[in-house]
């Protein structure tokens, strides 16, 4: 009887250890917490990348260069105080200003003008979204035809070159 109630015990414990160090592993595998701004801004854009339908493989790779300029974007507006719930109040302001008329070219000046930002916060933002920008062209160049075609137009817009780029280019060739 001692022999069965030692199996048990063992087995018990080999369990607990088994379900701890999983649930170590998958805290490991994603430090962000789920409502960071580096993780909203992240899977936001995955969500929108969705009807693209890309592999596995490709998936990995989107996720790894998103996350990297993500990270130095986090960064960067954390370096001259930007608040914490930058994003949500962006969006909501960028709402705003929509309504009102406010063009896509004038929409940063709005932003800076309503978010009360420093100079070298307006500065920071207007080169983060710069960062921003680049890493999204660089991964619609990653995409297909066929994927890009799938996206809806805004989001698919900020994945290729700006239309000035694409001049430059065709008249160098």
């Known amino acids: 009887m001692s022999c069965v109630l030692k199996s048990v015990c063992v087995s018990s414990m080999a369990i607990v250890i088994s379900l701890a160090s ?7 595998a994603n430090p962000r917490p789920k409502n960071s701004p580096e993780t909203q801004m992240i899977e936001g854009f995955l969500k929108q990348l969705a009807p693209a339908e890309l592999d596995e493989a490709m998936q990995i790779e989107v996720r790894k260069k998103f996350t990297e300029a993500v ?5 960067e507006r954390e370096k001259v105080g930007f608040p914490k719930d930058f994003n949500k109040r962006r969006s909501e302001i960028q709402k705003v200003g929509r309504e009102e008329g406010i063009k896509p070219a004038a929409m940063r000046k709005y932003l800076v003008q309503k978010l009360e930002l420093t100079e070298e916060q307006a500065a920071c933002l207007k080169e983060t979204d710069m960062l921003l920008a680049k890493a999204k062209v660089e991964i ?15 989001f698919k817009n900020s994945l290729l070159p700006p239309k000035n780029e694409k001049s430059k280019t065709k008249s160098e060739n």
């Open 22 to 28: 999983f649930g170590i592993a998958q805290e490991v």
């Open 71 to 75: 990270s130095k974007i986090i960064a």
């Open 140 to 154: 619609g160049k990653m995409l297909s035809e066929e994927q890009i075609a799938k996206l809806e137009s805004p």
